[in-house]
C-alpha cells in the first residue's frame, strides 16, 4: 500500500510559477514510477509527467512541456512538479499517483494509488 499526500497548490496570475509536492508512505517509494495528472472542471483527468524509480527517465504532456518539470527525491519519498509559465489553461485539481513498477507510463489505467489533490488555479 502506498499513501501519497500532495501539497504546494494556491491561486497564481498567467506567467507565475508553482511547486506541488507528493510525499509517500508506505510500500518501498523508491522502487516505484510516479506520474502527476490532472483534472480541470467538466473535463476527464489528463495525463501531465511522469518519472522513472531513478528518476532518470521522464516524459510530459504536449500542452506542459518546456514548462513544467518533474522530480524526485528518494531519501525523502517526495516527487516534485515544477511549474512554471502558468496559463489560465492549467487550472485544474492535481493529482500524484504511483506505479507497480519503475517505468515511466502516461495512461491512468498504468497506476494503483492516487493522491487526494491540490487544486491549482491560475488568474488571467
Known amino acids: 500500500q502506498v499513501h501519497l499526500v500532495e501539497s504546494g497548490g494556491g491561486l497564481v496570475r498567467a506567467g507565475g510559477s508553482l511547486r506541488l509536492s507528493c510525499a509517500a508512505s508506505?510500500?518501498?517509494?523508491?522502487?516505484?514510477?510516479m506520474g502527476w495528472f490532472r483534472q480541470a472542471p467538466g473535463k476527464e483527468r489528463e495525463f501531465v509527467a511522469t518519472i522513472s524509480r531513478s528518476g532518470i527517465a521522464t516524459g510530459y504532456a504536449d500542452s506542459v512541456k518546456g514548462r513544467f518539470t518533474v522530480s524526485r527525491d528518494n531519501a525523502k519519498n517526495t516527487v516534485y512538479l515544477q511549474m512554471n509559465s502558468l496559463e489560465p489553461e492549467d487550472t485544474a485539481v492535481y493529482y500524484c499517483a504511483a506505479r507497480l513498477v519503475a517505468t515511466v507510463a502516461r495512461e491512468i489505467v498504468d497506476y494503483v494509488y492516487w493522491g487526494q489533490g491540490t487544486q491549482v488555479t491560475v488568474s488571467s
Open positions: 508506505g510500500r518501498t517509494f523508491s522502487s516505484t514510477a
